[in-house]
């Protein structure tokens, strides 16, 4: 293929594309409003959100931004995609587990289910983006 000529997104980086698009600013909507003690909240959720500190928002926002760059980059078809998304399941890991351990998190999320469903997302873009790296589609 010719360096010139544009390449084509595969359906896959659109759906990404669009997913991250849509969730980021609802998550920072949510988060808003939770801070703002705007919505209400079970004993659980009123209790962890006081519990928040610098560090947990510190970690909350490296995972935002390396969600978004990942996406960025992934929709310009960037190997650095790969990287980003590892940065923000590694990070996320780490902090979900210091908030289980610490934090009466479960409880918080309504169960483990949303927990492990967040992962396996998170872990499906992680491998998709490889196979395209893989496949050479991304530079």
Do not use: C
């Not at 004993?43 to 947990?56: G, R, T």
């Amino acid at each position: 293929m010719n360096s010139t000529q544009p390449r084509k997104r595969p359906i896959g980086v659109w759906i990404i594309t669009l997913y991250f698009a849509v969730t980021i600013p609802f998550v920072l909507y949510g988060l808003y409003l939770m801070l703002s003690d705007q919505v209400p909240m079970n004993d659980a959720q009123a209790v962890y959100v006081s519990n928040i500190d610098p560090l947990d928002i510190t970690a909350t926002v490296m995972i935002g931004i390396s969600n978004v760059i990942g996406a960025i980059s992934l929709f310009n078809l960037r190997k650095a995609a790969l990287t980003f998304f590892g940065v923000s399941l590694a990070i996320n890991i780490a902090l979900t587990f210091w908030h289980l351990a610490t934090k009466g998190f479960v409880e918080v999320v309504g169960g483990a289910a949303p927990i492990v469903l967040g992962f396996v997302l998170l872990l499906s873009i992680i491998a998709y983006t490889a196979y395209l790296s893989k496949k050479r589609i991304l530079r």
